[in-house]
Each structure stands twice: as C-alpha cells, then as structure tokens.
C-alpha cells in the first residue's frame, strides 16, 4: 500500500520502537522527518531507508525534552503542508512540564486542521 505525498515525523528515531517505525512507514510509502539527539544513528537510519524504500528522509538532531527543541519540532510540523502523521515515540515525559504535552497535541491539531486524517501516536514513559 503506497501513500503518496505524506510524511509522517518520528521522534525517538535512531532507536528500538523508532527504527521499527520508521522502517514500516518507509515501506508503506510516507517519507520521513526523523527526530533524536543522536545525529550518527538518524543518519545511518535515513541512508539506510533511502537506499532501500526510495522514500525521502530528513534528519532533526533534538533533545526532545528540552522546551525549545519541543517547541522548535512542533514549529516543523506546523509549516510542512504535507505531514500527516506524528510518532511520538521519545524516551521520557516529564508530566510536571504539561506544556510539552500540549504542544505535540496542537501540532496534530494543525494537521487535522489543514483537511487531513491527522494521527498522533504517543508511547512514552511518563515521569512524575
């Protein structure tokens, strides 16, 4: 099944359930912005994925649970007209800071606001 001019943003990339992820959505046709701190397995991942799917990837190294890293991801996804899926898959969030939350949440609001089916798929650990 191939789903031409979507993107879908993983963050929790260069890693476990985010490689898996990754690795399924390429074969289903979305292109890719992955997200992790750890700018030498994104790449590794993304020339990986490329190679073998076709499909374009792009690279944003960011500490996920930093505010401004947060805020700048959620920047990305409001500008990019054709993402279409969120994974959230980073490895902690921290419930005291419920803003972070809330701006992945207005992010996928965005793009459903813009006509499309939009998901939010969130699978974290949550800190307390």
């Known amino acids: 099944m191939s789903t031409p001019c979507h993107t879908a943003v993983v963050t929790g990339a260069a890693s476990g359930l985010g490689i898996a992820c990754a690795e399924h959505l390429a074969l289903q046709g979305y292109d890719l912005i992955l997200i992790d701190a750890d ?3 994104l790449n590794a991942l993304a020339d990986d994925l490329t190679t073998r799917t076709r499909r374009s990837v792009e690279v944003y ?3 996920t649970s930093c505010p401004v890293a947060i805020t700048a991801i959620v920047r990305k996804i409001q500008e990019d007209e054709s993402i279409s ?3 959230n898959l980073s490895d ?5 800071n419920f803003q972070d939350g809330q701006l992945i949440c207005r ?5 459903r606001h813009r006509g499309r089916d939009a998901r939010l798929l969130q699978a974290s650990i949550v800190v307390f």
């Open 39 to 41: 700018r030498r397995r």
């Open 61 to 63: 190294q960011a500490d």
């Open 85 to 87: 899926l969120l994974v």
């Open 92 to 96: 902690a969030y921290d419930a005291r």
């Open 107 to 111: 992010a996928a609001s965005d793009i």
